[in-house]
């Protein structure tokens, strides 16, 4: 069985099922006290108008942070925003109408982008940090 909770005089760390907290990457934690509570980092608009966006963080995290990402998505009979959730995979592809929204992101930015004649060219993104 694996370490999963470190407690001492500086922090508290829980690892994921199966990671030893001793050894776990950030990305591995289901908590970090060295990060505090969860608090949006950045959010933000753009337009895609059929080309890649690219949106700095205007750091480098330690490991990729949560990301929640909205669209507009006319192809869909709502013009109102479509949560498509917390991109939880380096690239994250969500099918809509035949098509494809997709999003890649890294430790220090995020691209977002429609494939296959999607509509989707409105985009809202909150970045948190833990």
């Known amino acids: 069985m694996v370490n999963r909770v470190l ?3 500086n922090r508290l760390k829980i690892s994921r099922p199966g990671f ?3 050894t776990a990457t950030q990305a591995q934690l289901l908590f970090n006290s060295d990060y505090n509570t969860a608090a949006i980092y950045m959010r933000g608009t753009t337009s895609t108008q059929g080309n890649i966006v ?3 963080f205007g750091t480098t995290f330690p490991a990729r ?3 929640d990402l909205w669209c507009i998505n006319t192809d869909v009979l709502d013009p109102n925003w479509v949560m498509l959730g917390q991109l939880l995979e380096a690239q994250h592809t969500v099918p809509r109408a035949g098509s494809y929204i997709d999003a890649s992101w890294s430790t220090s930015s995020l691209q977002v982008w429609s494939n296959g004649g999607l509509v989707a060219t409105q ?3 909150a ?3 833990f």
Request: glycine share 0%; charged share 15%; proline share 11%.
């Open 65 to 67: 942070p949560n990301v």
């Open 20 to 22: 030893d907290v001793l």
């Open 54 to 56: 690219t949106i700095p």
């Open 123 to 125: 985009w809202a993104y």
């Open 127 to 129: 970045v948190w940090r």
């Open 7 to 9: 407690l001492d005089t």
